[in-house]
């Protein structure tokens, strides 16, 4: 089992930043992968970025690419997501989620369904 929680949503306006947390526990030697995935109210769940847990290999959405920053650090068992220039349209439920070595390692990272645990989802408000 991994437990995470995800931390650091607010209420912003347009072109400001935030960083979002989240803080995994359990079984983290067994991770892979971290992602961030965002639902808006109305709206599939959809990918933002995701991080290998011990390679540093990133992969980015076309729309966080330039502006949304992930990061991991493996001592405090946290992954980051520096979200910077905030748009309305990232108005969203933000989730964490970690993929597990070995588990359907032939789905891309990019898929909801390659991850094995989801946190509880940070809101994120950005007015204009």
């Known amino acids: 089992q991994v437990q995470l929680v995800e931390s650091g949503g607010g209420l912003v306006q347009a072109g400001d930043s935030l960083r979002l947390s989240c803080a995994a526990s359990?079984?983290?030697?067994?991770?892979?992968?971290m992602g961030w995935f965002r639902q808006a109210p109305g709206k599939e769940r959809e990918f933002v970025a995701t991080?290998?847990?011990?390679?540093?290999?990133?992969t980015y959405a076309d729309s966080a690419k330039g502006r949304f920053t992930i990061s991991r650090d493996n001592a405090e068992n946290t992954v980051y997501l520096q979200m910077n220039s905030l748009k309305p349209e990232d108005t969203a439920a933000y989730y964490c989620?970690?993929?597990?070595?070995?588990?359907?390692?032939?789905?891309?990272?990019?898929?909801?369904?390659?991850?094995?645990?989801w946190g509880q989802g940070t809101q994120v408000t950005v007015s204009s």
């Open positions: 991080i290998t847990w011990g390679g540093s290999s990133t």
């Open positions: 989620a970690a993929g597990l070595r070995g588990q359907r390692s032939w789905l891309p990272k990019t898929r909801d369904d390659r991850y094995d645990y």
């Open positions: 359990g079984r983290t030697f067994d991770i892979y992968a």
